[in-house]
Every structure is written in C-alpha cells, then in structure tokens.
C-alpha cells in the first residue's frame, strides 16, 4: 500500500496556483506545469500519467460541454480533472481501513496549511473535504479503495452543492455512475465478532459517521452513545446504580489522559472526544476504551450480546454493517 502524500500536495499546490479556463487547452498546460504526460483523450475526457509514485500513476480528466453550455458556460469543456494520490487497493487487503484513514487526516492537515480553513467537511461514507477557490474546488475524497484529489470546476461544484442541499437523487446529467467501490450488502451473520475484531470494526465505524450521526450500545448496565456534530466526536459511557461497584476497577482501565470521569452517585460518565478527521489510533483508543468497559468491566461475555442502535435526525444513519449488525433500529 502507497501513498504520495508529498506528491498530493504539489498537485494542491499547483492546481490552486494555476488559472483555470476549463477549457481543453488547460489538459497541455497543466502537464507541462506538473510534468505530466498526456497518455491519451476523446471527446469524452483524457488520461493523464502522473509523477505521483503510486499505481497507478493516473489522472482523469472529464469533459462534458454541453452540461456546461446548459448551465451558461458554453466555451467550457472540463469539468473536473481527478487524481489518484494512493494506489487502488484491493478491498480484502488487511489494515486497508487504518491506511486510508490515517493518510486522509495526513493530507488533509497538509492541504490546511496550504490552504486554510476548508469550505465544506463531509463525514461519513465515502468523505471528502472541500476548499472552494475562486478558479476551482480542491476536494479531498476517500473511497473504499484509494484516495484522490479532486480539482472542480466551480460550476459543476456548484450544481453538485445545490443537489445536496435540495436532497436530490435524480442525478441524471452526471456522465456516468460512480465506480470507486462496492456497496455494503446485508445478509445473514456468520457468527459474532471477537473482541479484538469488535475493536477494529468499532473504529472503522466511528470514522464513517456522518454528520449528526448517533450511534449506541446497549448493555445491561448501561449504554456508550456515540456522536459526531460539528466535526467532534463525542463518546459518552454511562453506567447505571447497579455498575457502582465497579467504578474503581473501570477507572483503572480507561486512561485519565484520553477520558474525562464523573460520579453523581447514580451513574458513572466517561466522555471522550475528538475532531474528525484523525489518525485511526485515535478511534481505536476509543473503541478499545469502550470494549474494555463493556467485556471487562461489565462481564459482558460476547458481542452479540451488544445491542447495537444507530439514527440521524437530520440525514442518513451510520453504517453499522461492520459490528455484524444488518438491521437499522428506529
């Protein structure tokens, strides 16, 4: 598994430096900035050879003139030009979910420096983070198998936002359906989670909440509630009265570096938070925090013995197909 971070951002760099005509001219311009080739090019877009050290070493470039003709930019041909900044993986690679986490929250704190404060954070499957130039959209995207770097023109960005905020799911103008990785298909369990794969699955899940996503576990003695609102990551366990008697092993477990503890003397709270993005080590920290709790603490012997609970009010649920859970609760 590769990643150009470095590459990724002297490819942000230029892009944000360069005055975009989205015109096709751009495509020889930009290579010879970037010291790309052009490897090949229709009347439906070009393929670019990077410098990038990954595989494969490939930009996309998309054409669609009569989309922008429609929307008042008629000497316009480019809509977006796209560049791997990671290798495209294969999906039952092992640690895949830790690499492509880790590198987002790399390149992205990079991009930051580069660029400032981004536009627009889009938790949750498939994310992105976008900075809005005055000549084009730099986005950050993470699929299930790679990360790239978008370079937008500003119109097509712009038809994208209206989309999403009007909640539209007819995108019948786009090109073509988007190929960056497989959906997630429910069917039978094949038996519960170890608990170490529990941890790395409640990692994986706690990266992909979406904005105001809610996630729960449910115990006997009491419940972890998980949120993400204004890009923190809010963890909360609470123990019930019936818990008590095991406050002083709990708080030898959980880290008083990573935790916040308080007694009521009703209920025991630990609360820990983060912003997203960060490293996967942060997330695991949690998740193993949480599973320590609930296996060791609570003598909860398995994890089907967790009952899983997941809503957004305000868009979609997290996913939770990797706690081995195929049903969402309302």
């Known amino acids: 598994m590769h990643a150009d971070i470095d590459g990724g951002v002297r490819v942000i760099t230029l892009a944000a430096g360069f005055e975009w005509s989205w015109t096709k001219k751009d495509v020889k311009s930009f290579c010879k900035r970037a010291s790309w080739d052009i490897q090949s090019r229709d009347e439906y877009g070009a393929i670019l050879r990077t410098t990038l050290g990954v595989n494969p070493s490939i930009s996309h470039v ?15 041909q480019i809509l977006q030009v796209s560049v791997y900044v990671t290798d495209l993986l294969d999906p039952d690679m ?7 986490v880790d590198k987002f ?26 900075w809005y130039l005055p000549h084009a959209a730099i986005v950050l995207a993470a699929g299930s198998r790679f990360l790239q770097i978008d370079v937008v023109n500003p119109t097509y960005q712009a038809w994208w936002d209206r989309q999403d905020d ?23 369990l094949s038996g519960p989670l170890e608990w170490n794969d529990y941890i790395s699955a409640l990692a994986a899940t706690l990266w992909l909440m979406p904005e105001d996503g809610r996630l729960e576990l449910v115990i006997a003695s009491g419940v972890v509630r998980f949120t993400l609102v204004d ?14 008697i095991i ?65 957004n009010p305000s868009g979609d649920a997290p996913d939770i197909s990797r706690l081995g859970v195929v049903e969402y609760f309302d």
Request: net charge negative; aromatic share 8%.
């Open 62 to 76: 998309t054409y669609d003139p009569a989309f922008l003709k429609r929307h008042g930019k008629s000497q316009q």
């Open 105 to 130: 929250a790399e390149l992205s704190a990079l991009i930051d420096i580069e660029l400032g404060e981004p536009t627009r954070r889009s938790p949750g499957y498939q994310p992105e983070i976008a």
């Open 94 to 100: 092992p640690d895949i979910d830790i690499f492509l």
């Open 166 to 188: 009007d909640g539209d799911d007819d995108l019948d103008e786009l090109l073509e359906p988007d190929e960056s990785g497989d959906e997630v298909e429910n069917g039978p």
């Open 247 to 311: 406050t002083h092993e709990a708080q030898s477990i959980i880290s008083p570096n990573l935790w916040d503890a308080s007694n009521d003397g009703s209920v025991i709270i630990w609360k820990y938070k983060l912003t997203w993005p960060s490293a996967f080590e942060k997330y695991e920290l949690a998740a193993a925090g949480v599973v320590e709790i609930i296996h060791k603490v609570c003598r909860v012997d398995h994890t089907s013995d967790i009952v899983v609970e997941a809503w």
């Open 231 to 244: 890009y923190q990551l809010s963890c909360e366990i609470v123990l019930n009265e019936n818990a008590m």
